[in-house]
C-alpha cells in the first residue's frame, strides 16, 4: 500500500507522531510519502520512505501566503505521480481541509482517494473552538473518510464541541521501546549533579498551555527540601518567562534550559521524576516516552493524562495550576527511595502498553477497512 502522511514537522506530538508512524510502516512494506513545509524532525532515511516539500509561492497582492492551497496542490501532484492509495493527514487544520479540497480536485480528473484525519488535540481544544475556524474544522471532520482520535478525552471533546456526524476511533499515542528505554548514561548524570541530586525534567514546546512557570515553581519548593536540578528541554515562547523566574527565585544555577534535544532518551535515563502541569493535554506523549524510561510522572489530571499516568502508581496526579499538590508528591517520592523504585517499575509496565507493536496494527486494519470501503464505494456507484 502507497500511503501518503501529512503533518507538521516540529518537535511537537503530533509530527512527532506521524513521522514515527510513517518510520515504522515504511520498515513494514509500505511505501510511504511524507507532504510537509520541511523534513520532519524525527525523520530517518529508509528507502521506502519519500518526502515531498510544500513551497509556498510569495506574491506582493499575498500579505500571508496561502499555504493551504499549496498543500493541496502540491497533494494532488503527489497522489497523480506515485498512485498513492490513502491519505492519512495529522491535525485538522490546515490538512483535513487541504485533503478534502484535494480529494475534489482529483475527482475532477476521474481519480479518487480516501482520507483519514487523526485528531491531536489544539487543533479541537484550541484552533478549532475559535469561531473563525470552528465552521472548516467541523466540516473536514465530517467529510473524511475515517477519523481517530489520541485519547478517549480528546474524542469526547470533539463530540462535545462540534457537531459531528460520523464515528471517531480512539487509536492512543504509541512508544518505541526499542528507542525509548533505560540506558547507562551515569558519567552523564555525574556532570550535571556531581554531588548526587536528584534530576527533574520537564519536555514541551514551551507553549502556554504547557504552563512553564508552574515546573519552574514545583521545581523551587521541591529544591528547597531535596537537593535537585531541573532539566528543561525545548523551547518556545514561554521560555524567557521561566528563565526570568528562575533567577528571581534563586535557583537559575540549578536549572539548565537545554532547548530541543534529539537525544532526548539520554536525558530520560538519568532522571528520577517527570512534570508535566499542563492545562490541557490530549494525550501526554512526552510523559509517555518518559515512563517507557522508567520515570515516574508528576502531572495534572488535564484531558488524556489519566489515561495514561495512573496515579499512585506511576506517578500522581494533581488539578491544574495546584503547584502545591504536585511538589507534595515529587517530595514525597524522592524521599522514599523503595517507592520511586516501585514507581519507576510501574512506569514502564505501563509504558509497554502502548508501545508500537500494540498499536500500529490499529492503523493497518483502519488503512485496508477504509481502502476497501472507499473501492466497494466506487463499484457501487460505477
Do not use: W
Not at 242 to 255: F, G
Not at 314 to 325: A, E, H, I, K, R
Not at 342 to 352: I, P, S, V
Amino acid at each position: 500500500m502507497k500511503i501518503g502522511i501529512v503533518c507538521y514537522p516540529t518537535f511537537g506530538g503530533s509530527g512527532v507522531l506521524a513521522t514515527e508512524l510513517g518510520m515504522t510502516l515504511s520498515q513494514k512494506g509500505y511505501e510511504v510519502h511524507f507532504i510537509t513545509y520541511q523534513q520532519p524532525v524525527r525523520l530517518n532515511f529508509d528507502p521506502n520512505i519519500y518526502y515531498h516539500e510544500v513551497s509556498v509561492p510569495t506574491y506582493p497582492l499575498f500579505e500571508y501566503p496561502p499555504y493551504e492551497s499549496a498543500l493541496a496542490s502540491t497533494m494532488v501532484n503527489v497522489i497523480i505521480n506515485n498512485k498513492l492509495d490513502l491519505l492519512h493527514v495529522h491535525y485538522a487544520l490546515p490538512h483535513a481541509s487541504a485533503a478534502y479540497l484535494a480529494r475534489e480536485i482529483l475527482k475532477k480528473q476521474g481519480l479518487d482517494i480516501p482520507f483519514i484525519t487523526t485528531l491531536h488535540g489544539t487543533d479541537i481544544t484550541l484552533v478549532g473552538r475559535d469561531p473563525m475556524y470552528s465552521p472548516v474544522v467541523a466540516f473536514s471532520i465530517n467529510e473524511s473518510d475515517a477519523v481517530t482520535a489520541v485519547s478517549n478525552s480528546l474524542r469526547d471533546e470533539t463530540y462535545k464541541t462540534f457537531s459531528i456526524e460520523r464515528d471517531i476511533q480512539v487509536i492512543p499515542n504509541f512508544v518505541d521501546i526499542q528507542r525509548f528505554y533505560k540506558s547507562n548514561k551515569e558519567h552523564f548524570k555525574q556532570m550535571l549533579a556531581p554531588k548526587g541530586e536528584r534530576i527533574l525534567m520537564h519536555v514541551s514546546n514551551f507553549r502556554k498551555v504547557k504552563r512553564i512557570e508552574d515546573v519552574v515553581r514545583i521545581f523551587s519548593k521541591v529544591r528547597d527540601v531535596i537537593p535537585s536540578k531541573l532539566l528543561m528541554i525545548g523551547d518556545g515562547p514561554e521560555r524567557q518567562k521561566a528563565e526570568e523566574m528562575a533567577r528571581s527565585l534563586c535557583i537559575y544555577n540549578d536549572v539548565r534550559f537545554l532547548g530541543k534535544q534529539e537525544e532526548v532518551d539520554e536525558i530520560f535515563s538519568i532522571s528520577d521524576l517527570f512534570l508535566l502541569p499542563s492545562e490541557t493535554e490530549s494525550f501526554g506523549l512526552s510523559a509517555l516516552e518518559a515512563m517507557a524510561c522508567g520515570v515516574p510522572v508528576i502531572s495534572t489530571n488535564a484531558g488524556g493524562l489519566p489515561e495514561i499516568n495512573i496515579h499512585g502508581k506511576t506517578g500522581y496526579l494533581s488539578n491544574v495550576g495546584d503547584v502545591d499538590d504536585m511538589a507534595k508528591h515529587a517530595i514525597a517520592l524522592l524521599k522514599d527511595e523503595i517507592l520511586l523504585n516501585q514507581f519507576k517499575k510501574n512506569a514502564l509496565e505501563q509504558a509497554k502498553r502502548f508501545e508500537t507493536a500494540n498499536i500500529i496494527p490499529m492503523y493497518e486494519e483502519l488503512y485496508k477497512e477504509v481502502v476497501a470501503n472507499y473501492k466497494a464505494k466506487k463499484e457501487i456507484i460505477a
